[in-house]
């Protein structure tokens, strides 16, 4: 196998006593969010086949942080450099996110192929049309994700979305 620059290091960190002491205490923080669910009976009226996802998996549930980069993120430009997918455009999860990184990277293609002498004219380019269109996807994430899980009636507002108007 290619070694590939950070993943070995990734594996060494994972070895060290305090990386193992902070995942052994998500497990536990995981414990007390599956009985804070089950006490707190947030799956009443939930089908049973889903809440067992929950409640009888092998394992306590991993809380993880949801991270974003803020919407209308941008940079300088920097000679030879450029960002793409996640890595320019962090945000919360609204089922775009895959896209977005598969369309950057063939609009980047397309302005590399348009100006195959002059690689800062295509970076440019690309960035030019990159930056709005990450700021739309970005704004359009945070409405999805305030239905989803952070707006004070959550999920009921994604269950509207879908729902055939009355
Ligand atoms: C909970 C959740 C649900 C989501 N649901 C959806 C969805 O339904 N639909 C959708 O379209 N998107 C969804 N997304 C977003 C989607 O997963 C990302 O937007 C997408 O994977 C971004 O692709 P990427 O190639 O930019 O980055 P990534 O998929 O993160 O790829 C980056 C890769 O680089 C590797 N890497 C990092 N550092 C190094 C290094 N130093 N050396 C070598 N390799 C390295 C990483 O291991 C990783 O494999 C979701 C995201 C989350 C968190």
């Given at each position: 196998?290619?070694?590939?620059?950070?993943?070995?290091?990734?594996?060494?960190?994972?070895?060290?006593p305090r990386v193992r002491?902070?995942?052994?205490?998500?497990?536990?923080?995981?414990?007390?969010?599956?009985e804070h669910l089950i006490g707190a009976r947030e799956f009443d009226g939930w089908a049973p086949?889903?809440?067992?996802?929950?409640t009888e998996a092998d394992t306590a549930?991993?809380?993880?942080?949801?991270?974003?980069?803020?919407?209308?993120?941008?940079?300088?430009?920097v000679p030879g450099v450029t960002l793409l997918g996640d890595a320019a455009h962090l945000m919360?999860?609204?089922g775009e996110g895959a896209n977005l990184a598969m369309y950057d990277g063939a609009e980047l293609g397309?302005?590399?192929?348009?100006?195959?002498?002059?690689?800062?004219?295509a970076l440019a380019e690309y960035e030019q049309a990159l930056f709005p269109r990450s700021a739309e996807a970005a704004d359009?994430?945070?409405?999805i994700f305030g239905l989803c899980c952070?707006?004070?009636?959550?999920?009921?507002?994604?269950?509207d979305m879908f729902s055939p108007a009355a």
């Open positions: 196998m290619v070694p590939v620059e950070g993943v070995e290091d990734a594996d060494r960190e994972l070895a060290q002491a902070v995942r052994a205490a998500h497990a536990v923080r995981g414990e007390r969010v599956a086949q889903l809440a067992a996802l929950i549930p991993v809380p993880r942080p949801i991270h974003s980069l803020p919407s209308g993120h941008r940079w300088d430009r919360a999860p609204s397309k302005a590399i192929a348009a100006h195959p002498d002059d690689i800062e004219a359009d994430a945070a409405v952070r707006d004070e009636n959550a999920p009921q507002g994604m269950l």
